[in-house]
């Protein structure tokens, strides 16, 4: 834009140059209302501004220390300078003449008529107040003069007539538009051609023949089924029982008995995968004699501690034993294994009946009789022996006496048929029989038959009931072979297995003694190897114990009191055993872990140049955000009042191997470049461990609001 000296002006005299209503004039406008003077450019705004508001108008002057939105919008650094219309300054007082000798009263004059009263000019603007003049001595006191008459008051000087507001440019006249003309006609439609004649369909073609249907493929033979898996389970975790709820740490649980019995844990919301999945609980601890005993089993409800704190409260589910009259030590801890029954595995087939021996031919002499032995499987039932020889038959008893004879009938006349036969009379009495002969000696019993065994040199393809895939047989009785078919191997497992420290998550630095009791359950013990116990440390890999019974627990001593880790890690043990099949069962620990600490918050000092004022200001820096955490990649927390207070400032600190901030954000507006990096430097913990943290400062104090959600971006 081109540059020039001197006034800038229309050459018309009445022409304007920029009316103030448009508000193209830097430090000055006219605006209708106050949202109008908030819509005003920002390239037109200047500070100081005076703005005319209204008809009246009123005259607002801002004073704000920039023009940003923020406080060209904020009402409180717009001073109204007039009410109403402003007086002129008020000129000097003349010095108070002498005062004349009192001359005669003379006669009251006539009032002299009042003057029209001029018209009211424009208020101006108020000009600024001049300093008041000394007073000068007071003269003394001269004669009253008479009074005069009042005076015609004059008129009022006239105000200076507004400069004229330069016509705006004429605008050209729109020129008229033309007549439509006239639409033409519409031309008649033509006629509409004749439909020619629809060809002949042609033939349809004869449907070709249906491939053959492929033979179908043999059936795959069906895999072998596996043995019954154990009830799944998760890890065990430790938790320290604390009587009130209200104290509650990180790594405790707070048993509610009355109402609804319940299990209320502290810290991540552990077990709520499952929640939907019909978990089942196990609890565990020591009784007097340090033995692990189950203190409950049972199908259970969970549900999410969303507020005083993030957790998981347990209550029992309708299957379950219920929650209600457990016991638990305040300050012991328990282990807590959560998860979901196995499916119980299929009932193998019934293996085939073994033939039955065939029948004895000839018996065999009685052999003496042997030492008895286990008892064998009954052999076929001998043949019967040969009936002996009929007793003697008895003698018949005498006939008894005929009865008397019948009178005998008249005789008929002699006639050419003989006439009917008498009547038979009845007959006597059958004698008494005879006594029985004596009964023949009864033979001698068969030999007993051999006793059945099963031999079959081919390896069984498929596991079935004791008997796993590629068994052969050799001379196996009905005994063994029925007891592997119907009851099958119970495979031992690991149930517990805990250590003697806490598994809360430490701090780099914090110890721990990995001496005392390592503790397990055996599920199925019996078909568990005894003095095959083995207990793995995997930091290492080291055995602390190997072939100790599997009697629980096992004692460690000679190991470290005060194991730490200076990076982040983790340490577990992983303790193992035999079963009767020499196969190999484990279970591993819960893992204690080990990590940083990351802390940001308010706090007055302002500088930070060596590792001594590091360590001060980690000391005493505010809590907002305090917390152990490894792998972290956000830290999500509120304000705090400390970072809410004028001359406090807000730092970040955390460990240097992370790098530089990725991003601070405020809700969801990133503010990293308000904060400036300190640099690294070495901070002791409250566990002696000595370790290269980062320190970011906030520009500003008061750099935020109490409450406002801040998440840093590592």
Known sequence: MPEFDGILQRSGIGDNLIPLSLGQVKGIGKFDSVSARDA????????????????????????????????????????????????????????????????????????GTNGEVGATGATGLQGPQGNQGATGPQGDAGATGPEGPQGVTGPQGIQGATGPEGPAGAQGATGPEGQQ???????????????????????????????????????????????????????????????????????????????????????????????????????????????????????????PIITPFAGSRVTSSTGGSGLSGLSFTNGESYSFYFGIRGADGATGPQGATGPQGADSVVPGPTGSTGPQGDTGATGPEGSQGATGPQGIQGATGPEGPQGPQGATGPQGADSTVPGPAGATGPQGATGPEGPSGIQGATGPQGATGPDFTYTNSTAMPESVGAFDAGTTFSEVTLNSLFDG???????????????????????????????????WSLSN??????????????????????????????????????????????????????????????????????????????????????????????????????????????????????????????????????????????????????????????????YNATIAYRFYRSNSSKAFAEGQQITIKY
């Not at 190897?529 to 004692?555: A, C, E, F, H, L």
């Not at 302002?606 to 792998?631: F, K």
């Open 525 to 686: 013990i019996a078909n568990v190897n005894d003095n095959t116990i083995s207990i793995r440390r995997n930091d290492n890999y080291s055995n602390i114990v190997t072939g100790y019974s599997k009697t629980s627990p096992y004692t460690a001593s000679g190991l470290e009191t005060d194991y730490t880790k200076s990076t982040t890690g983790s340490l577990s043990f992983t303790v193992s055993a035999q079963n009767t099949k020499n196969q190999t069962i484990n279970r591993t620990s819960s893992s204690v872990t080990w990590w940083y600490r990351f802390k940001a918050g308010g706090s007055n000092i302002d500088d930070v140049a060596n590792n001594t004022e590091a360590q001060a200001l980690w000391d005493s820096v505010s809590s907002a955000y305090s917390a152990l955490a490894s792998g972290t990649t956000n830290s999500v927390f509120s304000a705090d009042q400390a970072m809410d207070t004028a001359g406090n400032y807000t730092w970040v600190i955390y460990p240097n191997l992370y790098g530089d901030l990725a991003d601070i954000l405020l809700a969801a507006t990133s503010v990293l470049s308000d904060f400036t990096d300190y640099g690294t430097y070495n901070v002791t913990n409250s």
């Open 181 to 303: 003309g006239i639409q033409g006609a519409t031309g008649p439609e033509g006629q509409q051609g004749a439909t020619g004649p629809e060809g002949p369909q042609g033939s349809t073609g004869p449907e070709g023949p249906q491939g053959a249907t492929g033979p179908e493929g043999p059936q795959g033979a069906t895999g072998p089924q596996g043995p019954t898996g154990v009830d799944g389970l998760t890890a065990g975790q430790i938790f320290t029982n604390n009587d009130i709820f209200a104290n509650l740490q990180e790594g405790d649980f707070n048993y509610e008995s009355s109402g609804t019995p319940s299990l209320s844990f502290y810290g991540s919301q552990l077990f709520l995968s499952l929640a939907t999945e019909d978990p089942f609980l196990i609890i565990s601890g020591y009784d007097v004699n340090g033995d692990v005993e189950t203190i409950f089993s049972g199908g259970v409800n969970v549900e």
């Open 40 to 111: 005003l450019s920002s390239k037109n705004r200047d500070t100081p501004y005076i703005a005319l508001m209204g008809d009246g108008p009123s005259v607002y002057f801002y004073q704000g220390a920039d023009t940003e939105d923020a406080n060209w919008e904020n009402t409180s650094n717009w001073v109204l300078v007039n009410a109403e219309g402003v007086d002129g300054a008020t000129g000097p007082i003349g010095a108070t003449g002498p005062e004349g000798p009192a001359g005669p009263v003379g006669a009251t004059g006539p009032s």
């Open 485 to 519: 078919l119907f009851y099958p191997y119970q495979y031992p497992a690991f149930i517990i297995f805990s250590v003697p420290f806490s598994t809360i998550t430490k701090e780099i630095g914090q110890t721990i003694n990995l001496n005392g009791n390592y503790s």
